[in-house]
């Protein structure tokens, strides 16, 4: 029988938001929110299982324990501290380490065979160390990387242009971060060019690379975005659903890369990254990705010393 429970690794903001979510969208049976503080992670799960009264898929949500992973159909790394007022993503590096190694431990002789998906930050240094870690296949193991980037930016995109998000058609890519980066030459808005919409670039970039920080100054956190993101990943995975959507996953050659875990538009199925999708960018926008590769690969090696 198909497995269609997903475990979350971390009860905090972002990762019981993950789990409402995941409810909400009804693409899974059974929901375990695993924590450090085994009280947090009963309590949010309890939380989120009262929603549940009221929607329409029904679905178990309950706190268990890291070792539930070895049957999941999708395991979710959530653990880590959020960012703080004016830290980069990359300050969060050390801690992040620190508790991947721990995690790491625990995880490997379970042998996971679903797909794992990071979303703890620093997005794109954190996949590739827990895929290292973990000795899994590059399609097995990814980060959300400039996922929630492009949803941001389709945001700003659809708000600059007076159109609905659905006829937005973009994409975010390179660091889940300040170097990340938009090929607008595949950018399209109801088919038409982005070139021909006589929209800002710089402006668009700008405000979707201080997306986060601004709500991160408003709230303290960022959330709500992240959890739709992971429900709409999980979705592509535990129903097949072969849908292009930009992940994290470690470049071998493709763009010009290699060694190095970057957001790309990758076809998500039931084993994870199916097929890495290759844009023709343009020569400022390969410059712009290498840049971006080039800060990724700086930190990857960082985390290896610590």
């Known amino acids: 029988m198909e497995q269609r429970k997903v475990v979350i690794l971390g009860a905090g903001h972002v990762g019981s938001h993950c789990a409402y979510a995941l409810a909400a969208a009804g ?28 929607m329409a898929n029904p679905v178990t949500v309950r706190a268990g324990e890291v070792e539930e992973c070895g049957d999941a159909g999708l395991v979710v790394v959530a653990i880590g501290e959020p960012r703080k007022p004016g830290q980069t993503r990359l300050d969060l590096l050390g801690r992040s380490v620190e508790q991947l190694k721990e995690l790491a431990g625990t995880l490997k002789p379970l042998n996971l065979s679903c797909p794992v998906i990071t979303i703890t930050n620093p997005a794109d240094i954190v996949a590739d160390y827990l895929r290292k870690a973990l000795e899994l296949e590059r399609w ?41 980066m938009v090929p607008f030459s595949a950018v399209t808005v109801g088919g038409v060019p982005f070139e021909r919409l006589g929209l800002s670039k710089e402006e668009l970039l700008t405000q979707t690379r201080r997306a986060g920080m601004e709500i991160i100054e408003g709230k303290g956190s960022t959330e709500f975005g992240i959890g739709r993101c992971l429900a709409e990943l999980a979705g592509c995975i535990l ?22 875990h970057c957001g790309v538009p990758c076809r998500i199925g039931k084993g994870g990254v199916e097929e890495i999708v290759i844009l023709d960018l343009t020569q400022e926008e390969q410059r712009m990705l290498d840049d971006s590769c080039r800060i990724i690969q700086t930190h990857i090696k960082l985390a290896a010393t610590l």
């Open 140 to 180: 097995r193991c990814f980060g959300t990387g400039t996922l929630l980037d492009t949803a941001r930016l389709v945001r700003c995109i659809s708000q600059a242009a007076g159109v609905d998000r659905r006829s937005v058609c973009a994409f975010s890519m390179g660091e889940h971060g300040d170097s990340s």
């Open 27 to 54: 693409v899974c049976e059974d929901i375990v929110l695993v924590d450090l503080i085994p009280g947090k992670a009963r309590a949010q799960a309890l939380d989120v299982a009262d929603s549940v009264s009221f």
């Open 239 to 260: 129903r097949d659903e072969k849908r292009v959507l930009p992940v994290s996953v470690l470049l071998e050659g493709e763009y010009g890369q290699r060694g190095v």
